[in-house]
């Protein structure tokens, strides 16, 4: 299957910075890439979709101003926590869009873990 | 898209075939049933997916019924490394590329 990657793979930070998470399609180009959030012992939840050149579409609930994402690139997505605070922290995954093939799948990053202290 | 149902555990023996159940007796004709797996602290993992016909590849097989209301996940030969949470996602065109993750089932593979 397709790689995609994060990094880093874990921070750990001051309550009140900013983190920066990136996610690359290694081997495919990828226009939509997907931001997710696990906390223990939930699944994951979508909090944002990620477009390449425009604008993202956040989930309801999802701050756009606290959580920004870029797509800058066919190949790359990041995801900035401003002014992290403790309950931020969580397990955050990017998922990239796959076009080839018949029907289009999503290849997932190792996820990133945040501690926010 | 559809939901989803799927039993919250199950045990494996080690070598032996694990079949992973799902409900989704609400899709729709365009809608196809994907699988992904999570292993502790790792991203999920593409397995396969599915419209109306079998399919089977070098991780799993993936049984769709008839009426396309329920689909069986095969995994031939468990082992100790697919141990993990499997989830069933119908995913149909009006959500897009979205993904929406259920509870999923804990399979545990047992020595």
């Known amino acids: 299957g397709a790689v995609v990657s994060q990094h880093p793979s874990w921070v750990i930070c001051k309550s009140g910075t900013s983190v920066k998470i990136e996610c690359r399609s290694l081997?495919?180009?990828?226009?939509?890439m997907f931001w997710y959030r696990q906390f223990p012992k939930q699944s994951l939840m979508l909090m944002a979709t990620?477009?390449?050149?425009?604008?993202?579409?956040?989930e309801q609930g999802v701050e756009k101003d606290k959580f920004l994402i870029n797509h800058a690139s066919l190949t790359l997505s990041t995801l900035t926590v401003t002014s992290a605070h403790p309950e931020d922290s969580s397990f955050y995954i990017c998922?990239?869009?796959?076009?080839?093939?018949?029907?289009?799948?999503?290849?997932f990053g190792p996820g990133t873990r945040l501690l926010v202290l | 898209d559809a939901k989803t149902t799927q039993p919250p555990s199950m045990d494996c023996a080690e070598g032996r075939a694990a079949n992973l159940p799902c409900n989704h007796s609400?899709?729709?004709?365009?809608?196809?049933v994907y699988w992904y797996r999570q292993i502790h602290s790792q991203g999920p993992q593409y397995i396969i997916h599915?419209?109306?016909n079998n399919e089977t590849n070098e991780m799993a097989s993936l049984i769709i019924t008839e009426d396309r209301k329920s689909s069986t996940l095969i995994l031939p030969h468990a082992t100790l490394r697919d141990t993990a949470v499997y989830y069933c996602?119908?995913?149909?065109?009006?959500?897009?590329?979205?993904?929406?993750f259920g509870e999923g089932t804990q399979l545990t593979v047992n020595p």
């Open positions: 998922s990239a869009r796959d076009p080839r093939g018949y029907q289009e799948t999503q290849y």
């Open positions: 081997d495919f180009q990828a226009t939509t």
């Open positions: 990620s477009n390449e050149g425009s604008k993202a579409t956040y």
């Open positions: 609400t899709i729709s004709g365009n809608e196809y």
């Open positions: 599915g419209l109306k």
């Open positions: 996602i119908v995913k149909g065109e009006t959500s897009g590329s979205r993904l929406t």
